[in-house]
C-alpha cells in the first residue's frame, strides 16, 4: 500500500503533464500536491521499515524495501518535492514558454520515477534498466533553454553516462553469468537476495572483475573521479530544479547501486578488502579532484557541482571504511541531499536576478536580495562542513571512522582536503556577498513562500546538526547492518 | 553436435567483430550505418541459434525483436538522419585509421587475457564468444573516445549495446526476459533521445561535428 502510494503519484503526475498542455499552473500544483502526497508515503515506508518489520516484501520479492532503500526514498521524494515546487509554471514571473513546461514537468516527474522504482526493486537488471532510465529523462531537460553551452553538457551528459552505465551492466551479466554457471538457471537469479545469499560459493576472480566494471559503471552516473567529466557541465547548465535534483539525489541512488552490489561482492571474496580499497582509492581521488577544482572556479553553479564531486567521494571514502564509515557515508549522503538541493535552487534565484553565472558578475548580494543572500550563505557555509550544520557531523564521523580503522592517511588528506574546499568556498561566497551592486541589477526582495520553504531546508540542515534525531539514527544504523553484515 | 554448436558461436561473434572493426578503416556514414546493420543481423541470428541448440525458446522472442528494432528500425532512422545532413565524413578522426587498427588489435588480445579466469570456471559449449564479445565491447568504446561525429559516436554507443548482448546471449543464454525487455526501451528510448540532440546540435551549431562542441571548460 505505501508502495503504490510511493510510485503512483510520480506516474500520474507525468501522465497528467502529457495530458493537459494549456493550463500550466494547473499541472504544476498538482504535481506538488503528488509529490507531497510521494513524501508522506515514503516517510510511512519508513516508519514501517523501522517500528514493524526490517523489510517491506511485495509481489512475490519483486518488489524489496529495506532500510537502506527506505532512506533512499526518503531523499528521493523529499528533493523532487521541492524540486516541483521550484519549477516553472507555478507563477507568471520566470521566462519559459508552455511547451519547454511541459517538457519540464514530463521529464521531471518522470526520472522521480524512475529513480524511486531503482532504490526499491530487488531485481538488480532491472535496477539498472532504471538508472540507465534516469539518464534520458534527465538528459531531455537540461537543454531547456536551447543555448550551445546546454546542448553540448547534454550530449556529453548523455554520451558519456550512457557509456559508462553499458559497462555497469557487463559487470551484471558478468555476476550472473557466474552465478548461472554455478547454480544453474533460476527464475529469480537476478534478485539481489538470492545473489547475496549465494555468494560465498561464487568465483573470487570473477566477481572481482564483475566489481571493478560496476564500479567504473555506477561510479560514472555517481560523479566518481575521474569518470566526473560529464558532471560540472551538466549541473551547471540544467534549470535550477533540475540540477537540485541531479546532484542532491541521482549521485546517491548511483552509490546506492554501488553499495548493494558491494553487499554482494564482500560476501563473495570472504574477507578480502578488495571493494573497500577501490572505495577509498575512488573516493580520495574524486575529493582530490573536487577540492582542487574549486580552487579555480569561476562560475558559481559549477563551483556548487565541483562541491558535489567532493561530497560524492567522502561518500565514497566512507563506504570503503566498515561499519562506522558506512554510518558516516550514508548520514552524509542525506545532508548533501538537503544542502544542495537549496544551495542549487538559490542559485537558480541568484541567476535569475543577475543573469549570469560568473562569480564575478555576481556582487552585493546580500543588498540585492537580502533573503536569498543569507539562505545562499547558510547553504555554502553547511557545505564547507561548519558546526552547527549536518555536514560537519557526518565529515566528523567520517575521519574519526578512518581514525578507528587505521587509515589515518587518508583521514589526514581528507581533511586536508576539505580545508581546501573551505578556504576557496569561503572566498568566492566573500566576493559574491558583498561590494558594490552591478549597474541594471533591481535592487530588493519580497519575502515569498518559496523563501520559506528554504529556510525549511536550512533548519533541517541545522537540526540534523545539532541534535541527530534518533528515528535517522536508528534507520542509518539498521542500513549499516545491511550493508557491513 | 556441441562442436558444430561451439564452431557457429565463434564464427558469428567474430562476424560481429570485423563489422566493428570496418567502422575504424572506412570513412563514410553510410557505410557505418551497413556495417551496424549486418552487426545486429548476425546478433539476432546468433541468439537464434543459442534458443534452439541450447533449448531456450524464450530467446526466438528477442532474436524476433533484435531484429526489427536494432537490424531494421534503427538503420532506416539513421540514414534518414545521415541523408538530412548531407553525407558527412569522418574526414580526421582523432586517431588515424593505421594507429586505429593497431589499437583494436591491441583491444582484442586485451579481452582474451582478460576473459581468461572466465573461461577456467565455465564448460558452456559458447564460452568460445565471451572473449570476442569483450573484444567488441573495448572497440566500440574506443570508437566512442576516437571519432568527432556525433552520428558515429552514436553507432559507436550501438555497437555497445550489441556487444553486452553478445555477452549476455553467449554467457548466460540471455538474462531473464523482464530484464532484457527493460534493456530494449533503454537502447530505444536512448537512441531516440540521442537523434534528438543531433538535431539540437545541428540547429545551434550548425555542424554535427562535436570538436565544435568545446566550449565547457573549467
Same mark, same amino acid.
Given at each position: 500500500m505505501p508502495l503504490v502510494l510511493l510510485l503512483l503519484p510520480p506516474l500520474v503526475a507525468s501522465l497528467l503533464a502529457i495530458a493537459v498542455r494549456r493550463d500550466t499552473r494547473l499541472v504544476g500544483w498538482s504535481s506538488v500536491v503528488l509529490n507531497g502526497i510521494s513524501l508522506i508515503a515514503s516517510t510511512w515506508l519508513c516508519t514501517g521499515v523501522l517500528w514493524q518489520e526490517a523489510t517491506i516484501i511485495a509481489r512475490n520479492d519483486f518488489w524489496r524495501v529495506d532500510a537502506l532503500s527506505a532512506l533512499l526514498t526518503l531523499c528521493i521524494t523529499g528533493v523532487t518535492l521541492l524540486a516541483s515546487m521550484f519549477? $516553472?509554471? @507555478?507563477?507568471?514571473?520566470?521566462?519559459?514558454d508552455a511547451a519547454q513546461i511541459r517538457r519540464f514537468r514530463i521529464f521531471v516527474n518522470a526520472f522521480a520515477l524512475t529513480m524511486l522504482i531503482a532504490v526499491t526493486t530487488n531485481n538488480v537488471g532491472l535496477m539498472w534498466v532504471m538508472i540507465e532510465a534516469t539518464t534520458i529523462t534527465s538528459a531531455l531537460v537540461?537543454?531547456?533553454?536551447?543555448?550551445k553551452a546546454s546542448v553540448e553538457a547534454s550530449w556529453k551528459y548523455l554520451l558519456i553516462c550512457s557509456v559508462g552505465i553499458a559497462l555497469a551492466f557487463a559487470g551484471t551479466v558478468l555476476a550472473y553469468f557466474d552465478f548461472v554457471s554455478t547454480?544453474?538457471?533460476?527464475?529469480?537469479?537476478?534478485?539481489w537476495t538470492v545473489l547475496r545469499d549465494a555468494a $560465498?560459493? @561464487?568465483?573470487r576472480e570473477l566477481m572481482q572483475l564483475a566489481f571493478a566494471f560496476i564500479l567504473v559503471g555506477y561510479g560514472t552516473k555517481a560523479g566518481l573521479?575521474?569518470?566526473?567529466?560529464?558532471l560540472p557541465d551538466a549541473h551547471s547548465e540544467a534549470p535550477a530544479p533540475m540540477s537540485a535534483m541531479m546532484s542532491g539525489v541521482l549521485l546517491g541512488v548511483a552509490m546506492y547501486a554501488v553499495a548493494r552490489w558491494k553487499v554482494v561482492v564482500d560476501a563473495a571474496l570472504a574477507s578480502s578488502s578488495f571493494t573497500s580499497n577501490l572505495l577509498l582509492a575512488a573516493g580520495v581521488l574524486s575529493v582530490l579532484i573536487g577540492a582542487s577544482s574549486l580552487v579555480i572556479q569561476r562560475h558559481y553553479k559549477r563551483m556548487l557541482a565541483y562541491s558535489s564531486v567532493e561530497h560524492i567521494g567522502l561518500v565514497s571514502v566512507g563506504l570503503g571504511l566498515g561499519p562506522l564509515g558506512t554510518f558516516a557515508a550514508l548520514l552524509h549522503l542525506v545532508n548533501h541531499a538537503v544542502a544542495k538541493a537549496m544551495a542549487f535552487l538559490l542559485a537558480g534565484r541568484i541567476l535569475h536576478r543577475?543573469?549570469?553565472?560568473?562569480i564575478a558578475g555576481v556582487s552585493g548580494l546580500l543588498r540585492v536580495m537580502p533573503w536569498t543572500g543569507s539562505l545562499f550563505a547558510v547553504g555554502v557555509l553547511a557545505l564547507i562542513g561548519?558546526?552547527?550544520?549536518g555536514l560537519f557531523v557526518s565529515e566528523f564521523l567520517l575521519v574519526r571512522a578512518a581514525i578507528a580503522t587505521g587509515h589515518v592517511w587518508v583521514a589526514a588528506v581528507a581533511l586536508l582536503l576539505v580545508l581546501v574546499a573551505f578556504v576557496s568556498l569561503l572566498n568566492h561566497l566573500n566576493r559574491m556577498l558583498y561590494g558594490p551592486v552591478p549597474q541594471g541589477v533591481a535592487v530588493g526582495e519580497r519575502a515569498g513562500w518559496r523563501v520559506i520553504v528554504l529556510a525549511g531546508c536550512a533548519a533541517v540542515s541545522l537540526v540534523l546538526g545539532i541534535v541527530l534525531p534518533w528515528p535517522l539514527t536508528m534507520l542509518i544504523d539498521r542500513t549499516v547492518s545491511i550493508v557491513t553484515p | 553436435m556441441d562442436g558444430v554448436f561451439a564452431q557457429l558461436i565463434v564464427l558469428g561473434a567474430s562476424g560481429m567483430l570485423l563489422t566493428g572493426l570496418i567502422v575504424l578503416w572506412r570513412r563514410g556514414v553510410p557505410a557505418y550505418i551497413t556495417a551496424y546493420r549486418w552487426q545486429s543481423w548476425l546478433l539476432s541470428g546468433l541468439t537464434a541459434a543459442v534458443g534452439y541448440l541450447g533449448h531456450e525458446p524464450q530467446l526466438y522472442w528477442i532474436a524476433a525483436l533484435l531484429f526489427l528494432l536494432k537490424g531494421i528500425a534503427l538503420p532506416l532512422l539513421m540514414s534518414a538522419t545521415e541523408r538530412r545532413f548531407g553525407t558527412?565524413?569522418?574526414?580526421?578522426?582523432?586517431?588515424?585509421t593505421e594507429v586505429s587498427l593497431l589499437i583494436g588489435g591491441v583491444l582484442v588480445l586485451f579481452a582474451y587475457v582478460l576473459t581468461r579466469p572466465w573461461m577456467a570456471v565455465t564448460e558452456l559449449p559458447?564460452?568460445?564468444g565471451l572473449p570476442i564479445a569483450m573484444a567488441l565491447l573495448f572497440i566500440s568504446l574506443f570508437i566512442i573516445v576516437s571519432r568527432k561525429k556525433a552520428i558515429t559516436q552514436v553507432i559507436g554507443f550501438l555497437m555497445l549495446e550489441n556487444a553486452v548482448a553478445l555477452l549476455a546471449v553467449v554467457g548466460?543464454?540471455?538474462?531473464?526476459l523482464l530484464v532484457e525487455l527493460g534493456v530494449f526501451l533503454d537502447a530505444l528510448m536512448g537512441f531516440l533521445v540521442m537523434q534528438i540532440f543531433i538535431y539540437d546540435i545541428h540547429e545551434t551549431f550548425e555542424t554535427i561535428d562535436v570538436e565544435q562542441l568545446a566550449r565547457l571548460k573549467h
Open positions: 519549477g $516553472p509554471g @507555478l507563477d507568471s514571473t520566470d521566462h519559459y537540461i537543454p531547456l533553454h536551447r543555448t547454480a544453474g538457471q533460476l527464475p529469480n537469479a537476478l534478485n $560465498p560459493s @561464487l568465483h573521479a575521474p569518470m566526473h567529466t560529464w543577475y543573469e549570469t553565472t560568473e561548519l558546526p552547527p550544520f | 558527412h565524413r569522418e574526414l580526421r578522426p582523432y586517431v588515424n559458447t564460452r568460445g548466460t543464454y540471455g538474462v531473464p
